[in-house]
C-alpha cells in the first residue's frame, strides 16, 4: 500500500531553520509530482511547495519564497523542505503529497495553485516556531 510517511518537525526558534523529509513506500513516487501543504490551527489548508517529477522545476508560495527549498531524491523516494529564517507564522502542521493525474501533468510541471490535485497524503509532522 503507498504510504508518504513525514518527518524533520520540532520546535524551532524564530531565524532558525528545519528540514523535513518525506519518505515514499509501496510504490515509486519518481513520475509524481511532490509538493508539501500545511495547516495553521483554525486557518486553511496552504499549499507552500511543489517539485516537478524531473526535479526540474518548482512552485513556491509567496509567504515562503526566498526561504524555503524543495528538493527530491527520486533513487531515494524521497522528497525534501529545507526552511530557513523560520517565522512564527510558519507553525503549523506540515503535510507532504503526490500526484499524477492532475490537468497539465508532465514530468516537468508543477502543479498549479488553486487545484485539487494530490493522489496520496502524508500523516503531517507538526512544526513549530517560538517568537
Known amino acids: 500500500q503507498a504510504q508518504l510517511v513525514e518527518s524533520g518537525g520540532g520546535l524551532v526558534q524564530a531565524g532558525g531553520s528545519l528540514r523535513l523529509s518525506c519518505s515514499a513506500s509501496?510504490?515509486?513516487?519518481?513520475?509524481?509530482?511532490m509538493g508539501w501543504f500545511r495547516q495553521a490551527p483554525g486557518k486553511e489548508r496552504e499549499y507552500v511547495a511543489a517539485i516537478s517529477w524531473s526535479g526540474g522545476n518548482a512552485y513556491y508560495a509567496d509567504s515562503v519564497k526566498g526561504r524555503f527549498t524543495i528538493s527530491r531524491d527520486n533513487a531515494k523516494n524521497t522528497v525534501y523542505l529545507e526552511m530557513n529564517s523560520l517565522k512564527p507564522e510558519d507553525t503549523a502542521v506540515y503535510y507532504c503529497a503526490a500526484g499524477s493525474g492532475y490537468l497539465g501533468y508532465s514530468y516537468n510541471s508543477v502543479p498549479p495553485p488553486g487545484l485539487d490535485w494530490a493522489d496520496y497524503w502524508g500523516q503531517g509532522t507538526q512544526v513549530t516556531v517560538s517568537s
Open positions: 509501496g510504490r515509486t513516487f519518481s513520475t509524481y509530482a
